[in-house]
């Protein structure tokens, strides 16, 4: 869409899809509160062309802090692009099936229990953040236009991505997760999962644009597949359980590899510890929390084998 389709002029009509008519009211259960159409009207913002182009419509909503527990009255808002309902108390999004052009979706810190398949296959969502809810289930294998998700500190065991080709950022601290296998997604360059029951690296050897990996607080001992990460810059494992420093062996071809968090590994314990990182990956700027010296970088060709 272009500046000029989003350029709005007076004698344009507003769109009937802004002007709703009252829904019936709904009982629920104690203590819900859903959102109504007038509260609606005062958190609207940003008139853009509609998907037609034939008349205007509000395009964002933002609305935060207000406990509300139910957003069916969106079904009347089809033109949104532009979701923020962050701190709230939602438990169902269902509802949203009838945004078909959104672009951004913020609901994190609310209640939510499963990110339903209902929602698979949105043709336009680009950036997500469903960050601290209670999130057990996740159904979307499919947002083609996605490019960062956010769902951190929630409950997920399994988060199969399959059909998230465009995915760039990613992240999924503190869940439940223990393997990378169902998060496909081939051209992620940043992924954070740290604080997860994460065991073996299987599943990222087909991220070969992937330059940040944050994987600290899991169960890894094995550094198998690293080495395949040619465009990683930045590797977090602290608070791991590698232990061999033959295990360092297998990314020592990380050759663009500027920072390295080892510590708190059984590793980080030897007395060579740093020696042995720098041998084998001579480009390293960092080391842990400590910048590496040139006495360390003179100390390490000493040592290293000759080509």
Same mark, same amino acid.
């Given at each position: 869409?272009?500046?000029?389709?989003?350029?709005?002029?007076?004698?344009?009509?507003?769109?009937?899809?802004?002007?709703?008519?009252?829904?019936?009211?709904?009982?629920?259960?104690?203590?819900?509160?859903?959102?109504?159409?007038?509260?609606?009207?005062?958190?609207?913002?940003?008139?853009?062309?509609?998907?037609?182009?034939?008349?205007?419509?509000?395009?964002?909503?933002?609305?935060?802090?207000?406990?509300?527990?139910?957003?069916?009255?969106?079904?009347?808002?089809?033109?949104?692009?532009?979701?923020?309902?962050?701190?709230?108390?939602?438990?169902?999004?269902?509802?949203?099936?009838?945004?078909?052009?959104?672009?951004?979706?913020?609901?994190?810190?609310?209640?939510?229990?499963?990110?339903?398949?209902?929602?698979?296959?949105?043709?336009?969502?680009?950036?997500?953040?469903?960050?601290?809810?209670?999130?057990?289930?996740?159904?979307?294998?499919?947002?083609?236009?996605?490019?960062?998700?956010?769902?951190?500190?929630?409950?997920?065991?399994?988060?199969?991505?399959?059909?998230?080709?465009?995915?760039?950022?990613?992240?999924?601290?503190?869940?439940?997760?223990?393997?990378?296998?169902?998060?496909?997604?081939?051209?992620?360059?940043?992924?954070?999962?740290?604080?997860?029951?994460?065991?073996?690296?299987?599943?990222?050897?087909?991220?070969?644009?992937?330059?940040?990996?944050?994987?600290?607080?899991?169960?890894?001992?094995?550094?198998?597949?690293?080495?395949?990460?040619?465009?990683?810059?930045?590797?977090?494992?602290?608070?791991?359980?590698?232990?061999?420093?033959?295990?360092?062996?297998?990314?020592?071809?990380?050759?663009?590899?500027?920072?390295?968090?080892?510590?708190?590994?059984?590793?980080?314990?030897?007395?060579?510890?740093?020696?042995?990182?720098?041998?084998?990956?001579?480009?390293?700027?960092?080391?842990?929390?400590?910048?590496?010296?040139?006495?360390?970088? #003179?100390?390490? #060709?000493?040592?290293?084998?000759?080509?």
């Amino acid at each position: 869409m272009s500046d000029e389709d989003d350029t709005t002029h007076n004698d344009d009509p507003i769109s009937d899809d802004d002007r709703p008519p009252t829904p019936p009211e709904k009982s629920g259960p104690a203590g819900a509160k859903p959102l109504t159409t007038d509260l609606v009207a005062t958190h609207l913002s940003l008139l853009a062309r509609t998907g037609n182009g034939l008349a205007h419509a509000y395009t964002r909503l933002e609305l935060h802090n207000e406990g509300i527990t139910n957003v069916d009255a969106l079904e009347y808002y089809p033109n949104l692009r532009y979701l923020d309902l962050s701190s709230n108390a939602l438990r169902d999004i269902g509802t949203l099936t009838s945004l078909e052009y959104l672009l951004s979706l913020d609901l994190h810190s609310n209640a939510l229990r499963s990110i339903p398949s209902a929602l698979d296959k949105r043709k336009f969502i680009q950036q997500a953040n469903f960050a601290k809810n209670r999130l057990e289930v996740w159904e979307v294998t499919s947002w083609p236009m996605c490019a960062w998700l956010n769902v951190n500190d929630n409950k997920l065991s399994n988060l199969p991505l399959p059909e998230f080709h465009e995915l760039l950022h990613l992240e999924a601290r503190g869940n439940k997760l223990t393997n990378l296998a169902p998060i496909v997604c081939p051209k992620l360059q940043r992924l954070y999962l740290a604080n997860n029951n994460i065991s073996s690296l299987t599943g990222l050897e087909n991220k070969q644009s992937l330059q940040l990996l944050h994987l600290r607080a899991n169960k890894i001992r094995s550094l198998d597949v690293i080495g395949d990460l040619g465009a990683l810059s930045y590797l977090n494992l602290r608070s791991n359980q590698i232990e061999n420093p033959k295990e360092l062996d297998k990314i020592a071809s990380l050759q663009n590899l500027k920072a390295i968090v080892l510590m708190d590994n059984p590793i980080d314990q030897l007395p060579t510890y740093r020696l042995e990182l720098l041998r084998r990956l001579p480009k390293l700027e960092r080391i842990d929390k400590d910048p590496v010296s040139e006495e360390e970088k #003179e100390e390490a #060709e000493q040592v290293r084998p000759a080509n």
